[in-house]
């Protein structure tokens, strides 16, 4: 024990708290600090804003581009030719309409009537000669249209060259090389005379034209009855179409004669050949199209199975969790479900391929499952297969958010529900559930803009077709391979001439996915707040 | 244990008043609660409380915080179930003699018989009538015209009709924080239980919105038995009849309130209800 020293002796304690501050630069340490994380959230702010900008000034020249492109399709007459060619091609319909009757007719006879296959195809004969007549009535027309798309073809690789001469030139003057610029040649397209054998065949087509409405008119009159009397109601329905047909004959022939190839394309046409066009087509002979619809719908369709499946898988398992499991359960789902999201989406993509696809598939094919739209399958990978492992992604933001939401109402709601007497079903769909609906509502649409962005998964199991989905197969549609627009940009950006009109139509399929993800997580947040306050 | 009169119930809001001890009628017991140890997982929260709670009168619990007074009040209506880990380790609590802890009872049914409000207002995030209607509904009710008479009768009981007659489709959450507890109130009479259990109902309000409370606390116990927790001990001295004063999970007194207050048997009472702790 040490002997207390006299209390007079204690000296009073030192105020010293004056400090010599360390300094960096001429920085104190807290300032040093503050430029850190300042510094940290400038890097991200300056980040995203090249971003958005790299991405705007890319896309933004494709509309001026797209409306080149057309310019190009007007001038150099493909216009012109495809008036022809949906005439031509709306025919081939009608045709492949009627081999279709015709294979009915023979599984009909063959099965029903247990005819054997030579006597059916007896049976058939008459109607193999109106069909194989209704087939040929279109020959001229076909001709006219093959010869016409050479002509044009020619057109526009001649424009092309020309442009590409142009540039050379504009390229050899701007470094200086004017000798040689003066010695490559360019012959300025005139579209006048080059169009000259297209529109000259206007008095022929009005010509075969004429034939064909008195050709189809008689083959109208002649059609056969029906093979089986089970098939009327489908020649009766063919016998409409074609007359459908025929009607549209004036108005073609209206475009033709009204169509001019100086007529301007106005911009307008650019963004809503885009925005509406149906067709994705690149790298064609013919002519390139760049219209986003079948893209667009791709993504919402397989975003649309997937939820189908994450809203109620990952919706309940929030209720259970938060509501109902013990708290050793707790322990147990909440990592699981969670731990979905630590698989690459390679992973999963593959697991598609080779796993689900297949079983889909040979799951369609059991016999008291037809009566299910679409089945049996035809191909292995489509939107459905897609769409579904895009769920799996989407079920742990789904149940994470949710289950947030679900534990963000207070515990005094649920208390005065019980102790009114309600039971723990009635709290939760009374109480529990509607308090946390915005929460819910909000954890679904961030689940939607994951699984909209996703594309490894897509990219390997949508099937990669790029055509809108036939719906007059009801939900069949769901069953048929789809291209998705993250799924494009990622397979096709590698492959395309930088500046070219391709990689900016890439770059306005990213601007337009950005909006969407900003619009989907701006609708979330709105919710979210709003939620917030009314629990208050 | 004595019996508050009736004179003391109908004054007791003065408690200085000199004749409350002397004229005693027995009150029938309603709840009946012997010997009950209770445990939150290892923790004994309750140990061998006794205590008869008397039918139509206001029963008040007061203690320092921890005592186990609000445990008690949720063992009434069993409450406590909700939070895992818990039991009965001992004893009984009877309600006109049955059981309530035993096997085959419907919790959901005690519920609807011992409604309670709690220490915070806790209207549903809806609309005021759908707070009032919400028990009814939740038992089938569906008819438009009993629902709108409960809701006229339960509003008037909990005073609070002619604030909120005008908007009765406006969200209960709009309403200031003494409406939205008496709105509570409403709520709970609304299924008609037998008791009203309170937990610290006013601790969250203003002295006025107490007083409004406190004074309806007076005219529903002509209708309902009355279980009241509360830290304010001029509280309970205002609106019980009788008093438990609880220290550590134990009974430490429970006898008419104005003998608690004026003359208590127990020098941790005394101390206790002079503020000398807790």
């Known amino acids: 024990m040490t002997t207390e020293p006299p209390a007079a002796a204690v000296p009073p304690p030192s105020f010293a708290i004056v400090k010599r501050r360390l300094s960096f630069f001429g920085l104190t340490l807290d300032e040093c600090i503050q430029v850190f994380f300042g510094g940290n959230a400038f890097v991200a702010v300056v980040v995203l804003a090249l971003i958005t900008y790299f991405l705007f000034r890319e896309g933004s020249q494709f509309f001026g581009q797209n409306r080149q492109n057309l310019t190009v399709y007007r001038q150099a007459g493909l216009e012109y030719v495809d008036f022809m060619r949906r005439q031509e091609q709306a025919h081939t319909a009608l045709t492949r309409g009627l081999f279709e009757l015709r294979m009915r007719a023979v599984v009909d006879l063959t099965e029903r009537q247990k005819l054997s296959l030579a006597d059916a195809n007896q049976r058939l004969a008459g109607f193999d000669d109106y069909a194989g007549r209704f087939d040929d009535a ?51 397209v005139d579209f006048e005379r080059e169009l000259a054998p297209i529109l000259g065949t206007k008095e022929a087509y009005l ?99 997937a939820l189908f499946l994450a809203i109620p ?134 689940g939607l803009g994951r699984v909209i962005g996703e594309t490894m998964v897509v990219l390997l199991c949508a099937g990669n077709r ?21 799924g494009i940009v990622a397979q096709e950006m590698g492959e395309v001439v930088r500046g070219g009109i391709h990689y900016r139509a890439l770059f306005v399929v990213g601007i337009f996915l950005f909006f969407l993800s900003l619009g989907i997580n701006f609708l979330a947040q709105k919710i979210v707040r709003r939620y917030r306050i009314s629990v208050g | ?56 009168q206001v029963t008040a619990f007061i203690g320092p915080s921890g005592c186990g007074k609000s445990t008690l009040l949720r063992c009434l209506n069993r409450m406590n179930d909700l939070i895992d880990g818990t039991r009965i380790g001992a004893g009984s609590i009877k309600i006109r003699g049955v059981d309530i802890y035993q096997r085959d009872v419907d919790v959901i049914e005690l519920r609807k018989r011992v409604g309670m409000v709690f220490q915070k207002s806790n209207p549903f995030p809806k609309s005021i009538y759908e707070n009032i209607t919400y028990g009814l509904r939740l038992q089938g009710v569906k008819d438009k015209g009993r629902l709108d008479e409960v809701v006229e009768k339960s509003l008037r009981g909990a005073a609070l009709w002619d604030e909120v007659k005008d908007r009765l489709h406006a969200s209960g959450l709009g309403l200031s924080g003494g409406q939205q507890q008496r709105l509570c109130i409403a709520r709970t009479i609304a299924v008609e239980p037998e008791i009203i259990l309170m937990d610290e109902p006013c601790s969250a309000l203003d002295p006025i919105a107490t007083a409004k409370v406190e004074e309806l606390i007076h005219e529903l116990k002509l209708k309902y038995t009355i279980v009241i927790v509360t830290h304010n001990m001029q509280q309970a001295a205002r609106c019980s009849d009788k008093t438990a004063f609880f220290y550590l999970g134990k009974l430490v007194e429970f006898a008419a309130t104005r003998t608690i207050f004026m003359n208590p048997e127990n020098p941790q009472t005394e101390a206790y209800v002079s503020g000398r702790f807790g």
Request: glycine residues 6%; proline residues 6%; charged residues 20%.
């Open chain 2, 1 to 56: 244990m004595d019996s508050p009169t009736k004179s003391l119930r109908s004054v007791s809001h003065h408690p200085a008043s000199p004749d409350g001890k002397s004229t005693a009628a027995v009150a029938p017991t309603l709840i009946d609660i012997e010997n009950l140890d209770f445990h939150y997982g290892a923790t004994q929260a309750l140990h061998g409380i006794s205590l008869k709670v008397p039918d139509r």
């Open chain 1, 207 to 305: 010509e075969i034209n004429r034939a064909l409405k008195a050709e189809f008119a008689t083959l109208l009159q002649r059609m056969p009855p029906a093979p089986t009397p089970a098939l009327q109601v489908e020649v009766e329905r063919f016998k409409v179409k074609v007359q459908a047909y025929l009607d549209t004959f004036p108005s073609i022939e209206a475009n033709l004669a009204a169509w001019d190839y100086r007529r301007p394309v106005p911009l307008w046409k650019a963004f809503s050949a885009y925005l509406f066009g149906r067709q994705w087509l690149t790298a064609s002979f013919w002519q390139d199209w760049y219209g986003v619809v079948p893209l667009f719908v791709g993504s919402l369709m397989v975003s649309a199975v």
């Open chain 1, 313 to 446: 898988l990952g919706v309940g398992a929030a209720v259970y969790v938060n509501q109902i499991a013990s708290a050793r359960e707790q322990r147990f789902i909440k990592p699981c479900i969670e731990f979905i999201s630590a698989f690459p989406s390679v992973v999963l993509g593959f697991f598609g391929i080779a796993v689900l696809g297949e079983a889909l598939r040979s799951m369609s094919q059991v016999t008291w499952l037809q009566w299910l739209p679409g089945f049996p399958i035809a191909e292995r990978l489509n939107a459905l297969t897609a769409g579904c492992l895009l769920g799996l992604i989407a079920i742990p933001t789904i149940f994470t958010l949710a289950e947030d939401a679900l534990q963000n109402v207070p515990r005094s709601f649920k208390e005065a529900s019980y102790a009114l007497g309600a039971t723990r079903l009635q709290t939760i769909t009374r109480i529990v559930v509607p308090a946390g609906l915005s929460g819910i509502i909000s954890a679904v649409l961030l």
């Open chain 1, 138 to 188: 279109i020959g001229p027309l076909r001709g006219m249209v093959a010869d016409l798309t050479e002509v044009a073809t020619a057109i526009k690789t001649k424009f092309t060259i020309n442009e590409d001469k142009m540039e050379e030139r504009q390229q050899l003057l701007e470094a200086g090389r004017v000798a040689e610029s003066e010695a490559v040649k360019v012959e300025a």
């Open chain 1, 466 to 486: 790029i055509a809108i989905p036939d719906f007059t197969e009801g939900l069949g549609a769901f069953v048929q391979p789809v291209h998705t627009m993250t």
